[in-house]
């Protein structure tokens, strides 16, 4: 298995299920990533360590401006794949347009899907898809928001 960048979702389907045939337990989490940090790095270890191939799907640059605002996004959605891609636990990574990835989910159909705990079970779009549903606590103070916060308030809007 080589990690990449799907280059479709129609491609990251025909993947998905030649690993799950192969007997290979397939995780899934999703986000925007905007600004990596320990709470994302963090989920990666710990989803990664349910199976043996961890799928991260981004928000495109279109649908992560749509949820966050026209500010957003901060880094691009191929820089963020390959940032995500340089990570030791994430084995793939697709870009969906969505605002949600109930699309990507009801067509590759992973193992289990990993969200962060500031989600309710039944909040969790896309679960009726997956054969388990994991959440894992957030690391206090560690957020993109945060992040954002930070750099507004040591720097305001100053050019460096």
């Not at 966050?68 to 990574?93: C, F, I, N």
């Not at 989910?105 to 705990?117: F, H, T, Y």
Request: with cysteine.
């Amino acid at each position: 298995m080589e990690k990449s960048i799907a280059s479709s979702i129609k491609k990251m389907q025909k993947e998905v299920k030649k690993l799950q045939k192969a007997g290979k337990k397939v995780i899934f989490t999703n986000g925007c990533f905007d600004l990596l940090h320990l709470g994302h790095i963090n989920l990666f270890e710990k989803a990664k360590s349910m199976g043996e191939v961890l799928i991260v799907a981004i928000n495109s640059d279109k649908s992560l401006s749509c949820l966050k605002g026209p500010q957003r996004p901060l880094s691009w959605e191929k820089d963020r794949a390959k940032q995500l891609l340089s990570l030791k636990s994430v084995d793939y990574v697709v870009v969906f347009d969505e605002q949600t990835p109930k699309e990507i989910l009801s067509e590759l159909r992973p193992d289990i899907l990993v969200k962060g705990g500031d989600y309710k079970l039944s909040e969790i779009v896309g679960r009726e898809y997956v054969k388990k549903v994991c959440r894992f606590p957030f690391i206090k103070g560690k957020s993109t928001a945060n992040l954002i916060n930070l750099i507004v308030n040591r720097y305001g809007y100053k050019k460096m």
